[in-house]
């Protein structure tokens, strides 16, 4: 009970603007949603970056925090700059396909996709995933976030929540055990 109050002094001191303050809630979030960003992105500097545009968009809307769990607060506000950077990533590679296309056309010959060695088997079977069951199993065992936090946050019954995030969670044992 007392963490909870010391949590709910520093989102008060957050919301009054003290420095102290949001210094003391990155010390408690930067971790793990560093390791959420991390699971999903399988990219250390993507994952600082994301880290750091939350920690911006935490000092911009700490007063739309009008109480609950806080913990589904921010995960939600990161699964919003993860959705964003994959919508953007999304248009970019568009432009980027459309651009190799007219580059093929122009030289015949086939471009080849040279892909990145991955040492973390893990992260090359979540990144195998679709990207709902992937942020499933992050928010779940990276973000700690509860089934009843993970379905409030993405507006769905708990049940759905738990069959999607069981689904994904057999899936990827059976991917890694090949």
Known sequence: MAENLDLAEIIDGCKQGREESFSQLVDLYSSRCYGYFYRLTGNRDLS???LSELFVKLVERIGTYKGGSFDGWIFRVASNIF???LRKKQRDQKLIEKQKEQ???????????NESDRTDKLQVQLNRMDEETR?????RFYSELSFKEMAEMRGEPIGTTLTKFHRGLKKLTVM???
């Open 48 to 50: 600082d970056d994301l």
């Open 83 to 85: 959705y964003d950077y």
């Open 103 to 113: 580059v093929v056309e122009s030289v015949g010959y086939n471009v080849r996709h």
């Open 135 to 139: 942020e499933l199993i992050m928010m």
């Open 176 to 178: 890694m055990e090949k």
